[in-house]
């Protein structure tokens, strides 16, 4: 009944979720009851991959939110995405406990090798996953409302904004590859083994990780609704068309920009967490700048300011690059530049705005 309200005038989203459902279903199906002689057999790497994609969904429709809602053009949602996934990384490390190379129960491998005597005290608790899941949320969205709370307060917008969202993603990434930050170095977190006593190998419990990100994209698809379609989005949406005006009718602008952003970065450091024990490695590559403007990327392609748009924008993208990095390396950057610089020119609404004539306004 809930759903139904939130979902009352917005068809788009219906058949969105209808969709997922539908691949919910039948991506477990296809792996685990398909024989795997059959045509039809899903590879457990397939659905990895699939997986993949919906936490790249989900951190769209976090950028969706802060910049097609918002206005906020920003480039540094990488840096949030890669903290959650830190997060996630460093709960997983903890479970590998004496089966790793060096056999220490409690210190990952990678500190022994680089000779540190004791465990830092900012790893402490990532032996529990509940302590991690709240690093998860509480890591990116800390650092969202230190942030945002010091840009917005200061008036900062347009391409400057852009350009210090960059700088903090780069300030990061150059910290992250220090090995004596604590984190790997360049080489990151990986060779995870267990969640919550689970093997990570298992195809079972890579179909339920799957199934996971697939439900926290429709329950993040649903807040965002919920969001936008609130007072508070109604408010979000004037102060992005004319910021000056609301400014003016006695709005706190920067307290609306706060809450969006902040609540942008936790969806973002919720999909890294997903994401992580997907791909089995988190590095300080995901902080690099070159990731947080592929973001606004899909979000373009896909169509800004509609949310499904930015879903349907990371997975065709994401999708085109595991096809041209296999088949034409060298030709996956142009074929992204050459298809941003085409929707830019010749769809500016994205993809979707194909299936819609006539924009709505929000």
Not at 10 to 24: C, E, N, T
Not at 285 to 305: D, H, M, Q, T, Y
Request: contains cysteine.
């Amino acid at each position: 009944m809930f759903i139904t309200k939130i979902l009352q005038d917005d068809l788009s989203g219906k058949i969105f979720l209808a969709v997922l459902a539908a691949v919910i279903m039948l991506v477990p199906l296809f792996n685990l009851l398909v024989p795997a002689s059959s045509l039809f057999h899903l590879p457990t790497y397939t659905v990895t991959l699939f997986g993949k994609y919906l936490s790249y969904a989900l951190l769209a429709l976090a950028v969706d939110m802060v910049w097609g809602y918002c206005g906020i053009l920003t480039l540094g949602h990488g840096a949030f995405f890669a903290l959650g996934g830190y997060a996630m990384g460093m709960y997983l490390m903890r479970q590998i406990g004496d089966r790793g190379v060096y056999g220490n129960p409690v210190l990952p491998d990678f500190m022994l090798f680089l000779d540190w005597q004791e465990l830092p005290w900012y790893w402490h608790g990532f032996d529990q996953f509940w302590f991690a899941i709240i690093m998860v949320v509480l890591a990116p969205g800390l650092l969202a409302y230190v942030f945002g709370w010091l840009a917005f307060r200061s008036r900062v917008t347009g391409v400057y904004l852009s350009i210090i969202t960059q700088a903090m993603t780069y300030a990061l990434l150059l910290a992250f590859f220090r090995n004596e930050m604590g984190f790997g170095g360049n080489n990151g977190l990986t060779d995870f083994k267990d969640i919550l006593g689970f093997n990570l190998q298992s195809d079972n419990v890579r179909v339920i990780i799957f199934m996971m990100t697939a439900f926290a994209l429709a329950g993040g698809y649903l807040a965002c609704r919920v969001v936008v379609s609130s007072k508070l989005g109604r408010v979000v949406i004037a102060l992005r068309d004319t910021e000056s005006r609301t400014r003016f009718i006695g709005y706190k602008v920067e307290l609306f920009k706060l809450w969006i952003f902040v609540f942008s970065a936790v969806m973002a450091g919720i999909a890294g967490a997903l994401y992580v024990p997907q791909v089995g490695i988190i590095n300080p590559g995901e902080f690099s700048p070159l990731n947080s403007i592929e973001l606004v990327i899909w979000v373009a392609v896909g169509g800004r300011c509609t949310l499904y748009g930015a879903v349907v924008g990371a997975v065709l993208v994401n999708f085109g690059k595991s096809f041209f990095t296999a088949a034409l390396p060298e030709v996956w950057l142009f074929a992204l530049g050459a298809l941003f610089i085409l929707v830019t020119l010749f769809l500016p609404y994205g993809l979707v705005g194909l299936l819609r004539p006539k924009r709505r306004s929000v």
